[in-house]
């Protein structure tokens, strides 16, 4: 009897986890549709170059700070009374994108990101409060392998649409009614799970919780190696890559989505291979360094290699595979804190994380609207994303300053959570 409910145990939180993984696969759709979508956006709200992408990363404005409520909230409350509602925040935010209002539109985006945070940590919470933590790091770079599956899709599907002549607005209009969808099937099929003991003084936990994550530095090197390496893909190749390729290496657009598509294709790639890599050896560090010197070395490449001496691909899938070394901090974070804040640990390094995106997207379209105008050429794509390198190079440095929390060297982390 014990052994049927262990097995039905197990195959009940299996089919939560992929639930969510498939939310967060929509989610990244949309996070990487406007990328491909430039003129018709310019064209839809009336704006420049840098503006579009001003917009675009209103999504790292929600995504961000809603990373915090997010983990709190799913250790208390559960996935199930979280997630969905998640999913319907993302729908919501596509249809007023849809609107064809500048105004509605900048609160819809914001809505996605804040939104579409609860797909990644709800999918990680569930990953590594049912699973075996010799199995951690793998099923949270599967989760992240459906994401950049999505951030693919967002790229390769649409960017095809777009040029069938599928309209900005009944783009969006369809996601949002998806994103309705799933919240739906989300809230049926997701399993309840127990409410946290601490319902005296929700509020009061919940601080008390971000407290304890933050208050430990490994915490904070680890949302800063993953925001370091993870901006590569997020700004420079979602919002810039398929306009980079256009204006400084002459390639047409059609070329241009599907190559800048490789590098969230590597992710599905990398996020899964190098999870399991660190598993398999025991040890955290070594797959993060390994990975961060080859994102440095692709990313050198993709902005002062010649003109057609790469070949077209390559660059680009084998950085999205290296970059995948980002996900790993989202291991050492819950193993470097106690078991009691797994979804607070969650919630911290993403907003650490995507602080990065929200502070530095729009810093980087204005540096090349200043320095290029607007006849952007390869030597003002490389003088404005150069900085880019100089983070992962730091990225590198904060590494060594991290402590193994791999099973090699692990110690057990004290269990007592934090009493409110």
């Known amino acids: 009897m014990n052994e049927n409910k262990a097995a039905l145990g197990a195959r009940t939180a299996a089919l939560a986890w992929l639930l969510t993984a498939v939310y967060y696969f929509y989610q990244y759709t949309l996070r990487s549709a406007p990328a491909v979508m430039m003129p018709q956006l310019s064209e839809t709200f009336g704006l420049g170059v840098a503006g579009v992408a001003s917009m675009a990363g209103l999504f790292y404005y929600g995504y961000s700070p809603f990373s915090l409520i997010a983990g709190a909230a799913m250790d208390r409350l559960g996935p199930r009374r979280i997630v969905p509602l998640g999913a319907a925040t993302v729908g919501v935010g596509a249809l007023l994108f849809a609107s064809g209002s500048r105004d509605a539109a900048n609160v819809g985006r914001f809505l996605q990101g804040a939104g579409g945070v609860f ?16 199995r951690a790091a793998t099923l949270i770079g599967a989760t992240q392998m459906f994401g950049m599956a999505g ?5 390769f599907a649409v960017g095809p649409l777009m040029a069938s002549g599928v309209s900005v607005r009944g783009f969006w209009a369809g996601m949002g009614i998806l994103g309705l969808a799933i919240s739906v099937l989300l809230f049926v099929l ?15 936990g919940a601080a008390g919780a971000l407290g304890q994550v933050f208050r430990n530095p490994q ?13 590569p893909t997020t700004i420079f190749d979602m919002i810039w890559g398929v306009r980079y390729l256009q204006d400084a290496r002459g390639v047409d657009y059609a070329s241009a989505v599907v190559r800048s598509a490789t590098v969230p294709l590597g992710w599905i790639i990398g996020c899964p291979l190098l999870g399991w890599a660190s598993d398999r050896m025991g040890r955290r560090k070594p797959v993060i360094l390994a990975g961060a010197v080859v994102l440095l070395a692709c990313f050198a490449l993709i902005l002062y290699a ?43 390094v993403n907003f650490l994380n995507f602080t990065f995106s929200a502070l530095l997207g729009p810093v980087f379209g204005w540096i090349l609207a ?36 791999g099973s090699a060297v692990q110690r057990p982390v004290p269990a007592t959570e934090h009493q409110s």
């Open 119 to 134: 797909a990644l940590v709800g999918a990680a919470y569930i990953a590594t409060t049912n699973f075996p933590a010799s």
């Open 151 to 155: 951030g693919s899709a967002g790229q």
């Open 190 to 204: 997701l399993p309840e799970s127990p409410r946290s003991e601490r319902r005296d003084d929700w509020l009061r």
């Open 219 to 231: 915490s904070i090197l680890c949302g800063a190696i993953a925001g370091l390496l993870f901006i």
């Open 306 to 348: 010649p003109t057609g001496s790469l070949p077209p691909y390559l660059p680009g899938l084998v950085a999205g595979l290296a970059s995948g070394a980002a996900m790993l901090p989202y291991t050492v974070i819950k193993e470097a804190n106690p078991p009691g804040v797994s979804g607070t640990a969650t919630g911290v």
């Open 370 to 405: 200043a320095i290029g105008g607007g006849t952007a050429r390869l030597e003002h794509y490389q003088t404005a994303f150069q900085p880019l390198m100089y983070g992962i190079g730091l990225a590198i440095v904060l590494t060594f300053l991290l402590k193994e929390t």
